[in-house]
Structures are given as structure tokens and as C-alpha cells.
């Protein structure tokens, strides 16, 4: 039997972690690509540090002639990506940093697998949903999430000038019986402008707003706040740390709550299962939960490199399902196509809606009206119980 009492923590990072912010510049790529050519396939990766972006990768498109034409666009797309974020430090400058791109023709090894409707890779993907949160989210990474979302409006608003772009959060969540009761710690570290303000007066900015986006009840006399718990935080982002596409993976996802393929998602077109089948796992996943088949499931899903058909489905409810799980491995199944072509086709994924899924949370987000976080809906849970 699963534990039921037990502390669980999970952190996230804001849009203008060095990570974070290459991660955005990859999926800007990506959508200006797919927003010419929704056939596009594109894997392209972005290294940033001080004063400098590098951008490299693959690119395929229908029309390869037109490559040079797009090629001239990347140090646009970086420097406009780093303005939105937010950085105009002397060292790190959307107008001023270098930006270096090799970016290049997909091998032809590659594509020619794609190019047959097989996967652009082999690997393992997972997909998670649980009741905990009006999301089906794991309430510590979603809450974590909501506190660096908020922060960043009010920094960018000009409601709050002094803080700066960088920061993480973490949250240690209480569960009794199996459900969150009280968040044991709460960690803050947030880049700031003023060297004269100290721990203490960077909590008197920030904390008004993180009670406003957690629940009262969590947030007790036993409660730990630990913000900027090393003090000074003004040197920040890619001055500060490199970033790297594709390192927050487990921020991406559940925050550790749930198992990871391994596979990294931003500047991924959605011929990738790396990216696309991860979202089409969270969106069975979340349609079992939100169908009422189980309070928490797992979705694994695997394929090779050139073939349709997924290798494998695995389902895991943790004991919180009446349904044997072999049954809904077989409803999931029929319930959608999850050949690469089906995954992209039912959620419709060709299209450019990736930047934004690139700075707090893949999942857990509300569907947009333009077909963004397709992936979050819950119109497959009757169809599920149809098939069962």
C-alpha cells in the first residue's frame, strides 16, 4: 500500500532561469518555424552565458530552398525572446549580447524514418494525473509553478520595479491520508536590482503575493520561509549561470512526483515522441482521473526510431482504481491513435504554440483558445468509458 503521511517537495524556476530562458529561445525557433511551415521538423538547442546566446541544431523543411531565408531570423528571435524575459543588465543584454547560430539541414537518415509516419527516435515517455489539485496536478510543483508565475506579472506590470528576471522556487508539502494538509517549507531565492536589500526586504516584497496564490489553510505557525536564504541576489540569469536547453525536465513535468522518460521537450518538433507522446501520456492520464476510473494514474508509452505503432502501453493506478489497469491499457488504446501522425493530428500540435509551454509547467496549464495545452482537456474521459 502506498504512503499515506509523508512531506514531498518539488521546485520550479522562473522564465528568466538560464535554463528557462534558452528553453524559450528554442521553442521561439520552433514557432516561428511551424508558423511558415507547420511540416517543419526542427531540434534545436540554445547555450547562453554571459553577454553571449549560441544556437545550433537540425532543421527540415518542405521547401529546403527556403532555409538561408529563416536563417536570417534566429538572432531576432533570441534577442526579442530575451527582451520579453526581461533582461537588460550590462552583462546580459537582449540588444547588446552576442548571438551565434549553426543551426543546419536534418540529416536525411534521420527524416527518412519521419518521412514513412514512424517516430523521429526511439524512448519511453510518461504521463501522470492525480486528484490532488483542480489541475489533476501534484500539488507541490503546481503551487511552485504559481508562485514564480505570479511574481514574474507583478515584476513585469511595474508593480513590483525591483525585482529581476532569475529565480526558483520550492515547496514542501505535509500529505495526511494521501492528501495535502500544510506546506512544511517554503523556498524563494529571487533575483533583485537593489544590492541594498537585504532577505528581509526582499520577503516583504514577495510575500503578499505568494499568499495569494497558495491555499490559507496551508500555510501555518509551523511553516519554515526561507527567502534568499544566502542573502544578496542581483547578479542573475546567464551572467550569473549558463543555461542550456532541456535541463529542467523534472520542473517541466511533475516535479518529481512521477516517473520521466528522459527525454527534454523545448526546440522539439512534434514529429519528436520525446515531446509529443509525453503530452499525449498527461492527456490519457489526466482523462482516466477526470473519467473517475481511478484518483491517480500513470501512462507509459514507448516506440523506435521509423515505427508507428507504440512499442508498449503500461498503466498504474496505485491501487485507487476498481479497473484493472490491462483494461484501461486496452480503452486508452482505442480511445485514441497513438501512432506519431494520430498523436499530432487528434491534439493538433502542428502549429506554434510552444514558447509558451516552456517556462512553468507543460502540463497543469489551461487550454487555449487557439489550441495551446491541447492536452489539458478532459474530452477523451467519456470516450475512455465507452471503450471500457
Not at 535554463?19 to 524559450?24: A, E, F, G, P, W
Not at 507583478?154 to 500544510?182: I, M, W
Not at 514529429?271 to 476510473?293: E, F, I, W
Request: net charge negative; with cysteine.
Amino acid at each position: 500500500m502506498a504512503r499515506q503521511d509523508y512531506v514531498f517537495t518539488s521546485e520550479s524556476v522562473s522564465e528568466g532561469h538560464p535554463d528557462k530562458l534558452c528553453d524559450q529561445i528554442s521553442d521561439a525557433v520552433l514557432d516561428a518555424l511551424l508558423a511558415e511551415d507547420p511540416a517543419a521538423r526542427v531540434a534545436c538547442e540554445t547555450f547562453a552565458t554571459t553577454g553571449t546566446v549560441v544556437v545550433g541544431g537540425e532543421i527540415g523543411l518542405t521547401d529546403q530552398k527556403k532555409l538561408g531565408e529563416y536563417m536570417g531570423r534566429i538572432t531576432e528571435i533570441a534577442r526579442n525572446t530575451i527582451r520579453d524575459i526581461g533582461y537588460e543588465q550590462e552583462k546580459f543584454h537582449w540588444n547588446t549580447c552576442h548571438v551565434h547560430n549553426y543551426l543546419h539541414e536534418q540529416s536525411a537518415h534521420i527524416s527518412q524514418g519521419v518521412d514513412r509516419d514512424g517516430a523521429g527516435d526511439q524512448g519511453i515517455m510518461f504521463g501522470y494525473a492525480v486528484d490532488e489539485t483542480p489541475e489533476l496536478m501534484p500539488a507541490p510543483i503546481q503551487y511552485a509553478h504559481a508562485i514564480l508565475r505570479r511574481l514574474a506579472e507583478v515584476r513585469k506590470s511595474g508593480a513590483e520595479p525591483t525585482l529581476g528576471p532569475d529565480a526558483k522556487s520550492q515547496l514542501s508539502l505535509r500529505y495526511e491520508n494521501g492528501k495535502p494538509v500544510e506546506i512544511t517549507s517554503l523556498v524563494l531565492s529571487h533575483q533583485h536590482k537593489d544590492e541594498g536589500q537585504s532577505s528581509d526586504d526582499v520577503r516583504a516584497i514577495v510575500e503578499p503575493y505568494i499568499r495569494e496564490v497558495l491555499p490559507a489553510e496551508w500555510l501555518t505557525e509551523n511553516t519554515e520561509w526561507w527567502v534568499n536564504p544566502t542573502g544578496t541576489f542581483v547578479i542573475g540569469g546567464p551572467d550569473g549561470d549558463t543555461g542550456l536547453t532541456g535541463r529542467k525536465i523534472v520542473v517541466d513535468t511533475y516535479g518529481g512526483a512521477a516517473a520521466h522518460g528522459g527525454g527534454a521537450f523545448s526546440g522539439k518538433d512534434p514529429t519528436k515522441v520525446d515531446r509529443s507522446a509525453a503530452y499525449a501520456a498527461r492527456y490519457l492520464a489526466k482523462n482516466v482521473v477526470a473519467a473517475g476510473l481511478a484518483t491517480r494514474c500513470v501512462i507509459q508509452l514507448s516506440y523506435a526510431i521509423g515505427v508507428a505503432k507504440p512499442l508498449s502501453i503500461y498503466a498504474d493506478t496505485f491501487g485507487t482504481s476498481e479497473v484493472p489497469e490491462a483494461e484501461i491499457e486496452r480503452a486508452v488504446s482505442r480511445a485514441m491513435d497513438l501512432t506519431p501522425r494520430g498523436i499530432r493530428e487528434h491534439l493538433a500540435l502542428c502549429r506554434p504554440i510552444y514558447r509558451r509551454t516552456a517556462a512553468y509547467g507543460h502540463f497543469g496549464r489551461t487550454p487555449d483558445t487557439d489550441g495551446g495545452f491541447s492536452w489539458e482537456r478532459t474530452d477523451l474521459a467519456e470516450a475512455i468509458k465507452r471503450e471500457l
